[in-house]
């Protein structure tokens, strides 16, 4: 497998990462499981285990070493179509006549040919058509059975979180240790990489998937360790769990009274669990951790590297990331530093996770024209949050969650929680969602709103309809700008209609129907509800403006697994299906991870379509996906073999 670098990549000039432990009130799930939209919450606990972070400047060289693959070709001179000529793609093959799959005008739009030129689409269509076109000025290239798609553009995940994950922590997150016992033996493979006097932290604990398997201090200390310390972070990032080791480094005692914000969760004798609850208990075990993990910090530049590997290999050609700042503007700097290095298209939003953040970032004053831009970063988009996650327990739903497996420590809110005084029985702020939605709107900045439960939704598309009644000039049939909802999971059926209505968008995370489909059938919403989920058929009949996003590190970025989920609603394990009547077809699907998300981000002149005068940004899979058994073949069958960026090659599976 070959990863190809960018051109003539500058070095990185200083990254520096700074968070704040704050506490939020919106869990996380781990990076391959179901999830909610990454928190405040659990990056103030990453804060605690990172601390500030200053890489220094390292060259292309140091690139080279830390890319997975290890293969970087710095002049891409032999991976990118020539700029004094064009280049034809097509295919020989008899029975692959039409292998471009364009997505011109959001369908399944196929032809035999596409010629790309100075990193753009010159023009697609017949091959002879072409040639003539570009008579004595191209060469052509033969993908044999192989189709074309436009590169996947993933509208929804976090890089600096995504490499922290990768680089720096132990993943033992269910897909990687797919039982409890799986989980322990990782731990204690770990052993032996830890120097003396660090702890071992590792994240992505599921009790959920590995039948509500508590995670107790005495367990750990049986189980892995008792003598190193260990801190294990939960996967809905409202729990962490340590060991007697890690207690008695923390100074935490039978005596010791809860932190503010937190507790040390006690059994019935009053003996600490070695359950962590909340962030204000995490965080203190986090800092005391981060202080002796200092040598560990470079591990985090790695992570960069794994994660634009790992996003290319997955076809995607454009990100955008949805949580810059925080609570730090060093966050959007190191965002637009990478932008001069990265090899995948960025975008941002700003994160005003409570009023004033996003202020911070982005001053008072209007947008300005084309975007807010640090370097090669664009910012449009400013994100804001109405509420918790489903399988945390904290999305706020309009009917009481499941309880046999309701947290205790969750009392009796049992229909989540709002974070906005809009409702009532919500929590938080003195500024309504509908004013700080305004605020940022009427400044010409894109709004997209965190919403998983149908209570937090039902404020959400209040809080637009309001503002779209009291300002025409700011409906997105005036303005051009098409805001957006995000997760959109629990829903009822005029919802949908309503944001289609209110000209919204919305962005699903496929993983709670892959990875946590039954979770949500039999444990946390009940049959009725669950079949609802994400509801993509109810979306397309409608004409809404949908897309399939990873939340990485919620879950691993990864679109054509949410074209089959999207398709076939399979759940992960159990091989049900959730939800069959909002199947959709594979034109529908991939709707959601190259036109419709384009559109989402605002790039849809540039991106999402390969169409004349767009950006040469392509996949390369191995099978026609318009023939392929989506229902029978197991996801990682329909591979990617290539992906283009701006007429260059960045990676290619077949180079070894």
Sequence with gaps: MKVIAPPSVARFIVLALSFAPLLRGQPVHSEEEGSTCLSGHLLGIYSSLIG??????????????????????????????????????????????????????????????????????????????????????????????????????EPHLHILLSAFVKGYLLDISPLRAPSFAAAMEKLRSELPNVKPDEWLVAHGYDPSRLSWQALLMEVIDREVSSTVPILVLDASGHLAYANSKAFALANVTEHTPDPEGGEYARGPDGKLTGVLVEAGAINHFATVAKTANTSRQDKIKEGFAKVFAQWLAKGVTTVLDAGLGISSVNELDIIANLTEVSPIRIRGAVADYKPGDAKSMLGTDPMPPGGFKKKNLTVRTVKLFSDGSTQGF??????????????????????????????????????????????????????????????????????????????????????????????????????????????????????????????????????????????????????????????????????????????????????????????????????????????????????????????ADFVVVSEDVRVFDWDSRQPGELRVLQTWVGGVKRFDATTE
Excluded at 72 to 92: G, P, R, W
Excluded at 400 to 410: C, I
Excluded at 545 to 567: G, H, K, Q
Excluded at 582 to 603: D, M, N
């Design 394 to 615: 904290t999305a706020a739903v309009k009917h009481d969650y499941l309880l046999k497996h309701f947290p205790a420590y969750f009392h009796n809110r049992t229909r989540g929680v709002l974070v906005w005084p809009d409702a009532p029985q919500s929590r938080g702020y003195n500024v309504t969602l509908r004013d700080e939605i305004y605020t940022w709107m009427n400044k010409g900045y894109q709004i997209m709103v965190h919403s998983n439960g149908d209570r937090a939704s039902d404020m959400v598309l209040d809080a637009y309809a309001s503002i779209f009644a009291q300002y025409p000039h700011l409906h997105p049939k005036v303005s051009g700008i098409t805001h957006r909802i995000e997760h959109f999971t629990v829903t009822e059926r005029a919802q949908v209609r309503r944001a289609r209505e209110l000209g919204l968008a919305v962005s699903h995370t496929m993983g709670h129907v892959h990875f946590w489909g039954d979770i949500f059938r039999d444990d946390v919403l009940g049959s009725d509800r669950a079949e609802r989920i994400d509801p993509v058929a109810d979306g397309a009949a409608d004409g809404l403006v949908y897309s399939f996003n990873s939340d990485s590190p919620v879950t691993d970025v990864d679109p054509l697994l949410w074209v089959r989920t999207a398709i076939t609603r399979r759940v992960y394990g159990s091989g049900d299906i959730l939800g069959r009547r909002q199947r959709v077809g594979l034109e529908e699907a991939l709707r959601g991870v190259t036109s419709y998300p384009a559109k989402q981000i605002l790039l849809e002149a540039e991106v999402g379509k390969l169409e004349a005068g767009k950006n």
């Design 52 to 153: 500030t972070v200053s890489f220094p400047q390292f060259d292309v060289g140091s690139i080279k070493r830390k890319l997975v693959g290890g293969a970087v070709n710095v002049d891409d001179t032999d991976n990118k179509s020539d700029d004094a000529i064009a280049t034809i793609f097509y295919s020989n093959s008899p029975t692959n006549r039409n292998p471009i799959i364009t997505m011109a005008g959001d369908k399944l739009s196929a032809v035999e040919a596409i010629a790309v030129k100075d990193g753009k689409v010159l023009a697609t269509g017949r091959l002879w058509y072409l040639k003539w076109l570009t008579w004595g000025k191209s060469v052509s290239q033969d993908i044999g059975s192989g189709v074309i798609l436009p590169g996947f553009v």
